[in-house]
Nanobody
């Protein structure tokens, strides 16, 4: 059974950085794509970034492009999200998710839809204070 466990969230001041991680187990992740989503209080869950495990193609929401970087460590089966220049609007619970179907010919919109992901972590809180 696939398990995703996030860690590395926390409280940071405006302009600071954090690097949440997501430890993945129980699956063949070289055949997967993985993504980060976030959900702020009272708002819907939104796409942040995604990466194809094999090849490393990446996809970003416009709101984080140039500030966030998604990456993975093949040897550790771990997903990362380097977040720089953080702003109060980045405050949310951040979730990692894994996708095993339909990803090879997929476009940005496919990776940005949470309906296409098969497994989810429990989330890690990121709070940016002003």
């Amino acid at each position: 059974q696939v398990q995703l466990v996030e860690s590395g969230g926390g409280l940071v001041q405006v302009g600071g950085s954090l690097r949440p991680s997501c430890a993945a187990s129980g699956g063949t992740f070289r055949n997967a794509a993985m993504g980060w989503f976030r959900q702020a209080p009272g708002k819907e869950r939104e796409f942040v970034a995604a990466i194809k495990w094999l090849g490393g193609a990446t996809y970003y929401a416009d709101s984080v492009k140039g500030r966030f970087t998604i990456s993975r460590d093949n040897a550790k089966n771990t997903l990362y999200l380097q977040m720089n220049s953080l702003e109060p609007k980045d405050t949310a619970v951040y979730y990692c998710a894994a996708m095993f179907r339909g990803l090879w010919s997929a476009t940005y919109s496919y990776f940005a839809s949470d309906r296409n992901y098969d497994y989810w972590g429990q989330g890690t809180q990121v709070t940016v204070s002003s």
